[in-house]
């Protein structure tokens, strides 16, 4: 079913698609109420956004986890997305990628943008054998994000509960239909990303 083990996997129209991120209700509530993120949200931090939603329950803990209680959707644009791939560099050295440890390094100063492919999960959040797109955002990316790219942000907090209290109970088919769709993204080929 998937073959490539890096293929990113989203929630996506046609013009947008949709990430995931987790913050402490003072950040997220706000932003989920105005659609954008609040004036506290620091865009000159280095930000990490998520395609996969249970990859984003796993790193939240089904929105346990202290200063992640509010999960947020966050629908961007699609050219957003896809500049930030273009541009991006492993944030680790990975030979047969990098011609050498120095162009990498030259290429991680270089750019905004940063990947990780992290294993993906299950519903009871298990490692998967095939990987899950991360992507950190930083200074000029990170702005963008927040000022330019997002067209939506919605609060899916209550899913998240809905989902994990359905698993607790054994409804294991209940909670899987309420999961996003989440179909391959079409990147192309993304030599410079490994994938």
């Known amino acids: 079913m998937h073959t ?18 987790a913050y402490s209700p003072a950040l997220g509530l706000p932003a989920a109420r105005d659609g954008r993120f609040p004036p ?18 796993y790193r939240c ?13 966050i629908e961007i644009t699609r050219s957003g997305f896809d500049e930030a791939l273009r541009t991006a560099c492993l944030s680790h050295y990975e030979p047969g990628v990098h011609a050498d440890r ?27 054998p095939y990987r899950s797109l991360q992507l950190g955002l930083s200074g000029p ?32 088919p209940a909670a899987r239909a309420l999961l996003p769709a989440e179909t391959p993204y079409p990147a192309g080929p993304l030599p410079h990303l490994g994938a």
């Open 4 to 21: 490539a083990p890096h293929t990113i996997r989203a929630a996506h129209t046609d013009t947008t698609v949709t990430v995931y991120q």
């Open 102 to 128: 120095a162009t990498w390094q030259r290429s991680l100063r270089e750019t905004s943008a940063r990947v990780q492919w992290d294993p993906e999960r299950d519903l009871h959040l298990n490692p998967l």
């Open 141 to 172: 990316a990170s702005r963008a994000y927040a000022d330019e790219w997002t067209v939506s942000v919605r609060d899916v907090t209550p899913l998240a509960g809905e989902i994990r209290s359905l698993l607790r109970s054994g409804e294991e």
């Open 40 to 57: 506290a949200w620091k865009r000159e931090r280095m930000t990490w956004i998520k395609p996969s939603f249970l990859w984003m329950m």
């Open 61 to 73: 803990g089904w929105a346990s986890k202290p200063d992640q209680e509010t999960v947020l959707a």
